[in-house]
């Protein structure tokens, strides 16, 4: 399966942002879905992952309450909502799929391209 994320540019604090995760191949139904993110200087972080039918989802601590992650199979799409942002959310973010449900980025097999999300104070 091949992943395009679009959706971010720059904003100011307090914005909203949806990012979207374009797939392409009859099997993303059956993947696990993670955003990640890259800050200047810093490693890939974990930011949300969904199951692959959309049954669970877990946000991390820093993006709970303002990040939603969902998905619609019938689309090949994934999405992150991305609600009260702040100066420090700035980061390339990226969509993955793979087979394990997890925060590690290793664990996933297919990656995106990576969209830019800069938010100014």
């Known amino acids: 399966v091949q992943l395009q994320a679009s959706g971010g540019g720059l904003v100011q604090a307090g914005a909203s942002l949806r990012l979207s995760c374009a797939a392409s191949?009859?099997?993303?139904?059956?993947?696990?879905v993670g955003w990640f993110r890259q800050a200047p200087g810093k490693e890939r972080d974990h930011v949300a992952l969904?199951?692959?039918?959309?049954?669970?989802?877990w946000i991390a601590d820093s993006v709970k309450y303002r990040f939603t992650i969902s998905r619609d199979n019938g689309k090949n799409m994934a999405y992150l909502q991305m609600e009260g942002l702040k100066p420090e959310d700035t980061a390339v973010y990226y969509c993955?799929?793979?087979?394990?449900?997890?925060?590690?980025?290793?664990?996933?097999?297919?990656w995106g391209q990576g969209t830019q999300v800069t938010v100014s104070s």
């Open positions: 993955a799929a793979g087979q394990l449900y997890s925060i590690r980025p290793r664990d996933y097999d297919h």
């Open positions: 969904i199951h692959h039918d959309g049954s669970s989802t």
């Open positions: 191949g009859r099997t993303f139904s059956d993947l696990n």
